[in-house]
C-alpha cells in the first residue's frame, strides 16, 4: 500500500529524488522508494502530516542513508566510541577503561533509546554493554561493526521539547523495517538547530537466546550510499 511523505522543494517546485518512481502534487506527495529491486517503505518513517501543519500548506523534508561502520576503513572503529558520540554521553571501555566522552553533544541529543527482542541475555537492555559485546565478538581486523540509518526529521509535527511524534514514527519504521530481520537497533535523536534527525546502529549478527549468533546478511541489499557499497559483512 502507498505512504505519504513530503518530497524536496526547491523554489517553490517538485524535486523529484532520484529513486521515487511515482509521485502526485497534491499536498502531501505519495510516493514509493525503490532500491535495486526492492521497494522500501521509507515513507512509513516519515509519515503523513496533516497539511494544516503545513507552512504554507507544503513543507520539504527528505534525507535518508545507509552505511556500513567497519574496521577495514577506520582501525580506530570502537562500537562504544560510536555509542557515546551518537548519544552524547560518556561511556568508560569496561575493558581498557578508556573513556569516550561525547556530552559536548548532550544538548543536542534529546532522546535515546535501544529496541531489543524479549529473548536472549540481559546485557541486550543495556546499550553499554549491548554494545560492547558487539565489539567483543568481532575478531577480525577489518569486521563489519555495525549499520547506520541516518535520517532527517520532520519539524512540522514535533520540535525539540515534545518529540513524541519523532520517536512514535522512528519506532515505527524500527519495527517494521529492521527489527523483523533479527538485529537490534540502538536511535538517538539529534535535535541540531534547522537539521533534526536521527542516528540508528543496527548489530551485525543473528541474535540468538545466547546472544549473538553468525553474521546477518538480509538488509545487504539496502546499502545503498556510495560509501558502503564497496563493502560487504565479514
Not at 502526485?24 to 518513517?45: M, P
Not at 574496521?71 to 548519544?87: I, M, Q, S
Not at 527482542?117 to 561493526?145: C, M, N, T, Y
Request: net charge positive.
Amino acid at each position: 500500500s502507498k505512504r505519504t511523505y513530503a518530497l524536496p522543494l526547491r523554489d517553490n517546485a517538485l524535486v523529484r529524488h532520484p529513486s521515487v518512481v511515482e509521485t502526485s502534487t497534491s499536498t502531501v506527495e505519495v510516493a514509493r522508494t525503490y532500491i535495486g529491486n526492492h521497494v522500501v517503505e521509507v515513507a512509513s518513517f516519515i509519515g503523513p502530516v496533516p497539511p494544516s501543519q503545513c507552512p504554507g500548506g507544503r513543507y520539504g523534508i527528505y534525507h535518508l542513508t545507509v552505511k556500513m561502520h567497519a574496521r577495514a576503513k577506520n582501525k580506530k572503529l570502537h562500537a562504544l566510541r560510536a555509542l557515546a558520540y551518537r548519544t552524547g554521553t560518556r561511556i568508560v571501555d569496561p575493558v581498557t577503561q578508556h573513556i569516550y566522552d561525547s556530552t559536548s553533544k548532550s544538548r543536542e541529543v534529546i532522546h535515546n533509546a535501544t529496541i531489543t527482542p524479549g529473548f536472549g541475555p540481559a546485557w541486550k537492555d543495556s546499550p553499554e554493554d549491548l554494545w560492547q559485546h558487539v565489539h567483543q565478538s568481532e575478531k577480525r581486523k577489518d569486521a563489519a561493526i555495525f549499520r547506520e540509518f541516518e535520517c532527517a526529521l520532520p519539524k512540522e509535527i514535533a520540535d525539540g521539547t515534545s518529540p513524541e511524534a519523532w520517536v512514535r514514527l522512528i519506532e515505527n519504521f524500527i519495527r517494521d523495517q529492521l527489527t523483523p530481520h533479527g538485529v537490534l537497533v540502538t536511535y538517538a535523536i539529534h535535535n541540531k538547530p534547522g537539521n533534526p534527525h536521527v542516528h540508528m546502529m543496527c548489530t551485525t549478527r543473528h541474535w540468538t537466546v545466547d546472544g549473538f549468533g553468525s553474521k546477518n546478511r538480509s538488509l545487504d541489499l539496502l546499502l545503498y550510499t556510495s560509501d558502503a557499497a564497496d563493502d560487504s559483512l565479514r
